[in-house]
C-alpha cells in the first residue's frame, strides 16, 4: 500500500501527460502482481467498495483526537480523509501489522462484514505512513482523483511491451483485476487474452481548436460541418456473443465503461448492432436540456427511476463506427455520415437521433452560423460550437493533426466566485444583474479572491432570478446600489465566466483584463474554494501569447 | 517576581525592563538580543546587539559591517550578566548559529526559544532542552495535522525522481538561510556525490557555512550557460526562483519544494510544486509538545504561529498558557507559501 501511496502521491501533482506515463509505466513494471493489477483497476475505476462512509472514517478519528484539535485542523486542511491521514496519532505501541498491501486491502473490503470493518480499518491506519493513510482513506471513500484517465494508465501497461495502447482496449472488456494474464501478454510471457466482448470499446478520434490561420489554408468544400454539444462525448455500442446474448455498452470518451449510469440509454439502444460516437445529453420535450441539468443527474450516486424520469438521457450521433460486424473507421467521413443517417432512420429508436449537418459554402457563412445557432432549432442553447471534419478522413484514434477541429462558441472559460451584484438597468433595475467575480490567488493575508471581471449576460431570466434571491440573503455588506455576496471558501456562488480572451491591465487590481466575459453556467453544486485561481487565469495569458498552437 | 516583571510585550517585541534590552525586536532599539540570522527576528539598526558569533556573521553577511552600533558574542552556555538579570544562550537546532535565550533574576528563569527544531540536522548544533519556570515557545507548525516525516525519507523521495527523470533538471525551493545547506547535506548523507548547483542567491550563505567547516561536497554555482546542460541535476534556489523566469531555461525541470508546509495537499498545490518535500527547519506538533513537557515549565507563551491548537493542548494539560499575539514574525525561513517573495531574503 505504501508504494502505491507514493504513486499516488506524485501522479497527484504532476501535470505532465509524460511524466505521468513514465511514473505508471515504472510502477507497473516493477511492482509485482498481483499488487500492480489491483493499481491498475483502482486507475481505471474498475474498484468499487460499497462500505466505507465517511461516517465511519469521523468516528473513528473522534475516538481518537481532541475535538477542538480534530476541528482547528479540519478547518485548516479542508479536506476530511486528509486531515483523518496526517492527525491519526501513533498507536501507543509499535504496530503488530506490518502494513498492508493494496492487493490485502481489495481483497478484504470485498468480503469483510460491515461490523468488523471498523476495527480492521483502524489497524491498518495504525500501520501505514501519513502517505499511506490519505490513499487509503481517498481510495475507500472513493475520492480518488489524481488525473489518470483509465486510457493514460492502459497506455503506461501497453509501452511496457511497446504496445499499441489501442490493442490493449481490444482485449480490455474481457478481463477482470488483477489482470495477471494482460500483464504476462505485454511482458512476453503469455499468450494474448482473449476478448469475448461483442461491445468493446473503439478508441476515439478528437479535434483541435482551429486558429486563425488555418482558415487562410483549409478549402471549406474539403470540409463537413456539424454542430458540436454541450454533453458528454460518448460511445454506445451493442452487439451479440458466441453464445448468443446482446451486450449492450456505454463508454465515456476515455473508455470508462459508464453502463451502469443510463440504464435507460443502454435500454433504448439494446441490440443495435453497431457503434456510435455521439454526445450523450438531457432531452425534455423534445429539447436538450443545459449542460447544468445533465450534471445534476450526474452529480446523483444511485440510479433511481425518480431520476430516470426527471433528467431523461439521449445520445445524439456524430458518426457509425461499425455495423452489424463491419468496421466502418476506415471508410472517409462522408460515407460513414451517409450510413450514419441511414442506420438512425432505419432503426428508428428512442433516445438516439441525428446530430445535424450545418450547410455552408464558406467560412464567413460558417462563421455567422457559429455566433448565432438559431439555425439548431430549439437546442441552440445546448450547442458548444462547430466541429470540422475533413469529408475524405478516416475515423482515426487520438488527434490526428489537420483532420478534425473544434470552433467553440466559448473558447475560454473559469470558475470564479461572485464577490459583488449590482442592480441592472431598464427592465432589469429590480434585480441585481451585474455580476462582480473573482478567482483565488495568495495575498499578504493568505488565500483571498481577487476581482477579474464583471458580467451582465449569458444566463437565462430563470438563473437571473435564482442568483437574485441568492444575492439578497447572502449580501455582507452595501454600498448604494452595490451589494457585497458572502465569498468564503465554503459559502458562496460559483459562476462558469465565459470569455472571449485576456489582456494585461494596470487598471485592475488583478493585473488581468476579461474580453466579453458572460456567466456560462451556474455551479450550485461547487464550493468557492474549488473555483479557479489566478495562475490558471496567468498561464492562459502566458500560453496564448507564446503558443497558441497548443490548445489542447 | 512575576514573569510579566522579567519579560514584557512591547510594540518592538519581548523586552526586559530589569536588563534594559529587547529579544529579537521587530524595530531598531538600544539593546537586542537576537536568537538567530532569519530576518524577522534579526533586523538590523540596534544600538548594541548580543548574539552567538555565527548570528553575527550572517547579520554581517546580509546588512553589511555596520548594522548595529556594537556587537557582542555570546558563547553557548556561558552566563552574562546584563544589569540585575543573568543571560545564557543555548543551542535551537533552527540554523547554523541558532539559540535560545535564557533570561533569569530573582530565581525565575524564562527560556524564549525563537525558532526551534528537535529533528536531525547536519549543519548546526542540536536542540537542548532548558528546565524554566516560563517558555516561550514559537507555533509555526502548531497543529496537530503538521507531523514531518523522517528527513531522509523525503531525500531519497527526491533521488528517486532524478533516477526515473534523468532527462529532467530538479529545481528544489529551499530557504536561503539555513534549509538550503540542511537539503545539501542531507543529499551528501544520502550518497549523492556529483555537484550540486545552486541558484546565485545562495552563495552567500553557502560559502559561509562551507568556511564554518559544514561538509557540503562540491558546490557549483549555477551559471547562465549551463542552465540547458542541467539535466539530472539537483539545483536548489530560492522559493522565489521557482516561479521565475530564471526557472523556465533549465531542460523542461521538476518543481520541488523543501518545506514544513508541504505537509498539506493544498498549499502545495497552490505553488504548482510538482514534488513536495517536507523538511523543516521548525518543530513540528509532536515535537512542541514534547519539548514543553521536557522543559518542565508550567506556564507557556505562544508566540507566532498556529497559537490556538496548541495553547488548547497546553490547558487541556493543566498547564498556564498564552498566546502573546506578537506581531511581525512569519519566519522568513518558512512562511506561508506565497508570503515569501514579500519577505526580505
Ligand atoms: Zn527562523
Ligand atoms: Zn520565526
Redesign the pocket.
Known amino acids: 500500500m505504501n508504494r502505491f501511496a507514493a504513486l499516488l502521491d506524485r501522479l497527484a501533482y504532476e501535470p505532465r501527460r509524460n511524466a505521468k506515463l513514465r511514473l505508471l509505466a515504472d510502477h507497473f513494471r516493477t511492482a509485482a502482481d498481483p499488487e500492480r493489477g489491483y493499481a491498475l483497476a483502482a486507475m481505471t475505476g474498475s474498484l468499487s467498495f460499497a462500505a466505507a462512509k465517511p461516517g465511519i472514517i469521523r468516528a473513528l478519528i473522534a475516538e481518537r483526537t481532541d475535538p477542538v484539535l480534530f476541528g482547528l485542523s479540519y478547518d485548516y486542511v479542508g479536506d476530511l480523509s486528509e486531515t483523518v491521514a496526517l492527525m491519526w496519532p501513533a498507536p501507543p505501541h509499535a504496530p503488530e501489522d506490518e502494513p498492508p498491501s493494496l492487493s490485502e486491502v481489495v481483497e478484504t473490503l470485498a468480503s469483510i462484514g460491515r461490523t468488523e470493518l471498523p476495527s480492521r480499518l483502524a489497524r491498518w491506519l495504525d500501520a501505514l505512513d501519513e502517505t499511506g493513510r490519505w490513499a487509503l482513506l481517498k481510495l475507500i471513500t472513493g475520492g480518488l482523483r489524481i488525473g489518470v484517465s483509465a486510457r493514460l494508465a492502459k497506455t503506461a501497461v501497453a509501452s511496457l511491451g511497446g504496445f499499441d495502447p489501442d490493442e490493449i482496449e481490444h482485449v480490455w472488456h474481457g478481463l477482470e483485476p488483477p489482470y495477471v494474464p494482460l500483464f504476462a501478454w505485454v511482458e512476453g510471457r503469455g499468450p494474448r487474452p482473449v476478448s469475448q466482448d461483442p461491445a468493446p470499446f473503439r478508441p476515439v478520434m478528437l479535434a483541435h481548436a482551429i486558429e486563425d490561420r488555418d482558415f487562410e489554408t483549409l478549402d471549406p468544400a474539403d470540409f463537413s460541418a456539424e454542430w458540436k454539444w454541450d454533453g458528454i462525448r460518448v460511445q454506445v455500442v451493442s452487439g451479440t456473443d458466441a453464445e448468443g446474448r446482446v451486450r449492450t455498452r456505454l463508454y465515456s470518451r476515455t473508455g470508462e465503461e459508464i453502463t451502469r449510469s443510463f440504464p435507460d440509454v443502454c435500454e433504448a439502444l439494446h441490440g443495435i448492432e453497431a457503434a456510435i460516437d455521439g454526445e450523450l445529453l438531457v432531452v425534455r420535450d423534445g429539447r436538450v436540456q443545459s449542460f447544468n441539468i445533465l450534471q445534476q443527474r450526474l452529480n446523483r450516486a444511485a440510479v433511481t427511476p425518480k431520476m430516470m424520469t426527471e433528467f431523461p438521457a439521449a445520445v445524439r450521433a456524430y458518426d457509425l463506427l461499425a455495423r452489424d460486424g463491419e468496421d466502418l473507421r476506415p471508410l472517409p467521413f462522408a460515407e460513414r455520415r451517409a450510413r450514419l443517417e441511414a442506420f438512425v432512420a432505419q432503426a428508428g429508436r428512442d433516445r438516439l437521433d441525428l446530430s445535424p449537418v450545418v450547410p455552408f459554402s464558406d467560412w464567413e457563412g460558417l462563421a455567422e452560423a457559429r455566433l448565432s445557432p438559431a439555425a439548431a432549432g430549439a437546442d441552440a442553447e445546448a450547442v458548444e460550437g462547430i466541429m470540422l471534419k475533413r469529408r475524405d478522413a478516416a475515423y482515426l484514434p487520438g488527434r490526428p493533426k489537420g483532420v478534425w477541429f473544434k470552433w467553440k462558441r466559448d473558447p475560454h472559460v473559469v470558475d470564479a466566485v461572485l464577490m459583488y451584484a449590482q442592480r441592472g438597468h431598464g427592465k432589469r433595475s429590480s434585480f441585481y444583474s451585474d455580476y462582480t467575480f473573482g478567482v483565488w490567488r495568495t495575498g499578504a493575508a493568505g488565500e483571498e479572491l481577487v476581482p477579474v471581471g464583471k458580467a451582465y449576460f449569458g444566463f437565462t431570466d430563470e438563473e437571473l432570478l435564482q442568483i437574485d434571491r441568492f444575492v439578497r440573503k447572502h449580501t455582507v455588506d452595501r454600498f448604494g446600489p452595490v451589494r457585497e455576496v458572502i465569498h468564503e471558501p465554503h459559502a458562496g456562488l460559483v459562476l462558469e465566466v465565459a470569455f472571449e480572451g485576456l489582456a494585461r491591465s494596470t487598471r485592475h487590481k488583478s493585473g488581468l483584463a476579461m474580453r466579453f466575459p458572460r456567466i456560462s453556467r451556474l455551479r450550485w453544486d461547487k464550493p468557492p474554494i474549488e473555483a479557479d485561481r489566478i495562475e490558471t487565469l496567468e498561464r492562459l495569458l502566458a500560453e496564448n501569447r507564446t503558443d497558441r498552437a497548443s490548445e489542447p | 517576581m512575576r514573569p510579566t516583571d522579567l519579560l514584557s510585550i512591547t510594540p518592538a517585541g519581548l523586552y526586559c525592563a530589569p536588563g534594559g534590552f529587547h529579544i529579537d525586536p521587530v524595530r531598531p532599539v538600544p539593546r537586542a538580543l537576537i536568537t ?1 540570522g ?1 530576518s524577522d ?1 534579526a533586523r538590523a539598526g540596534h544600538g548594541a546587539v548580543l548574539a552567538t558569533a555565527d548570528t553575527l556573521a550572517i547579520m554581517g553577511l546580509r546588512y553589511g559591517e555596520g548594522f548595529a552600533g556594537s556587537t557582542q558574542e555570546a558563547a553557548l552556555g556561558e552566563a552574562i550578566r546584563i544589569g540585575d538579570v543573568a543571560v545564557r544562550f543555548h543551542p535551537a537546532g ?2 547554523l548559529g541558532s539559540a535560545q535565550i535564557a533570561v533569569e533574576a530573582g530565581g525565575l528563569r524564562i527560556v524564549a526559544s525563537g ?1 526551534y527544531k528537535r529533528a536531525a540536522d547536519p549543519t548546526c548544533i542540536p536542540f537542548e532542552p532548558v528546565a524554566c519556570d516560563v517558555f516561550i515557545t514559537e507555533a509555526t507548525f502548531g497543529l496537530p495535522v503538521f507531523r514531518h516525516p523522517d528527513v531522509r525519507d523525503e531525500v531519497r523521495r527526491l533521488l528517486a525522481s532524478v533516477r526515473l527523470f534523468p532527462e529532467r533538471a530538479h529545481m528544489v525551493g529551499a530557504y536561503a538561510l539555513g534549509k538550503a545547506q540542511r537539503l545539501i547535506a542531507l543529499l551528501r548523507e544520502a550518497g549523492h556525490d556529483g555537484p550540486v548547483y545552486i541558484h546565485g542567491a545562495l552563495e552567500k550563505l553557502t560559502d559561509f557555512y562551507l568556511s564554518r567547516g559544514v561538509d557540503l561536497g562540491e558546490i557549483r554555482k549555477v551559471t547562465a550557460a549551463d542552465q540547458a546542460a542541467l539535466a539530472g541535476a539537483v539545483v536548489i534556489c530560492p522559493p522565489s526562483a521557482l516561479q521565475d523566469v530564471w526557472s523556465r531555461r533549465f531542460p523542461d525541470p521538476v518543481t520541488a519544494f523543501a518545506s514544513g508546509w508541504m505537509r498539506v495537499r493544498a498549499r502545495a498545490r497552490q505553488r504548482g510544486v510538482e514534488l513536495p518535500l517536507v523538511v523543516s ?1 521548525h518543530a513540528d506538533w509532536d515535537d512542541l509538545c514534547r519539548t514543553i513537557e521536557e522543559v518542565g515549565a508550567g506556564e507557556i507563551w505562544v508566540t507566532h504561529g498556529q497559537e490556538d491548537a496548541l495553547v488548547h493542548w497546553c490547558a487541556s494539560r493543566g498547564l498556564r498558557a498564552r498566546p502573546l499575539h506578537m506581531i511581525g514574525y512569519g ?3 518558512e512562511v506561508e507559501p506565497g508570503e515569501a517573495e514579500g519577505a526580505p531574503a
Request: aromatic share 0%.
Open positions: 538567530h532569519h527576528h533552527h540554523v525558532d527547519d519566519d522568513e525561513g
